[in-house]
């Protein structure tokens, strides 16, 4: 059982290293906002991501596909400013750093610039290498992400399980150890099997997050607003509920309204 070796005041990319020296588990959530940002990095979270998720979670989309640049931005900031602690890493989205290496650093250089993050993400695999290596080289720590590969949707045409085959196990271990040669600070593995994840954390001397899969790998990462039952209509198995929100906060609204209408809100003591 993993225990505490450090108290960190300030999470850094070197952090997320010692830790997995040190055999301590890696907690990351998502935010993408101050109020909620500040609450989870109050709360001791490692890292915190502000993901293309919030094309689903804030802006009610099917996919993470349609959240551009701007937006990205506009979000991470947001987060940026209610940050003591936790590392900050932001997903560069869809379309703004696959086909130009070019076009990736500059995506890069854009969100570091302009929302003050500490890190970037970035989906895939050896068909993006020259993308991550220009980003590195300019000083920009990039974290990779592998297994099912939601800015990927329409080319696996399904959310299921990745890398059950031998194939395409074979080629997401390449894939890991290429990041980590490359230079990445960790990588995430998502929706793979618990005995390949645990292999490759194995294998790395990065940080390997895993988000369904399994506990053998080195921390582990939720989109906040599932792990709250906020998203109530969302059960993959990999997810706990830590909270129900949506009938708590649907019950709280349901009382105000019965409260305005019976003119029991606001009583002499909520008035001047």
């Known amino acids: 059982m993993s225990t505490a070796k450090k108290d960190y005041k300030r999470i850094t990319v070197k952090s997320l290293v010692e830790m997995k020296a040190n055999h301590e588990k890696i907690s990351m959530l998502t935010a993408y906002d101050y109020t909620m940002a500040k609450i989870v990095d109050g709360a001791g979270i490692d890292v915190i991501l502000v993901g293309d998720s919030a094309s689903n979670v804030m802006a009610g989309h099917e996919t993470t596909l349609p959240i551009t640049l701007d937006q990205m931005i506009y979000h991470a900031s947001s987060v940026i400013r209610a940050i003591d602690r936790a590392l900050v890493v932001v997903d560069l989205p869809f379309g703004s750093y696959q086909s130009d290496p070019k076009e990736a650093l500059r995506s890069a250089i854009r969100i570091m610039k302009e929302s003050g993050a500490h890190s970037v993400k970035v989906e895939g695999g050896k068909e993006i290498k020259e993308s991550i290596k220009r980003i590195l080289n300019a000083g920009i720590p990039v974290?990779?992400?592998?297994?099912?590969?939601?800015?990927?949707?329409?080319?696996?045409?399904?959310?299921?399980?990745?890398?059950?085959?031998?194939?395409?196990?074979?080629?997401?271990?390449?894939?890991?150890?290429?990041?980590?040669?490359?230079?990445?600070?960790?990588?995430?593995?998502?929706k793979v099997p618990a005995k390949l994840a645990k292999e490759i954390a194995e294998a790395l001397t990065i940080p390997v997050i895993g988000i369904g899969a399994g506990n053998g790998v080195d921390g582990q990462v939720l989109v906040t607003h599932d792990m709250l039952g906020m998203t109530h209509e969302f059960h993959p198995r990999f997810l706990r509920r830590y909270l129900d929100l949506?009938?708590?906060?649907?019950?709280?609204?349901?009382?105000?309204?019965?409260?305005?209408?019976?003119?029991?809100?606001?009583?002499?003591?909520?008035?001047?």
Not at 257 to 270: G, I, Q, R, S, W
């Open 143 to 190: 974290m990779g992400h592998l297994g099912l590969t939601p800015q990927s949707i329409y080319k696996f045409g399904t959310y299921t399980v990745r890398a059950k085959e031998v194939e395409e196990a074979k080629k997401l271990k390449e894939d890991a150890l290429m990041l980590q040669k490359t230079g990445c600070f960790a990588v995430i593995l998502e």
């Open 246 to 272: 949506y009938t708590e906060m649907t019950t709280a609204f349901q009382q105000y309204v019965t409260d305005v209408k019976a003119v029991d809100f606001p009583n002499e003591n909520e008035q001047y």
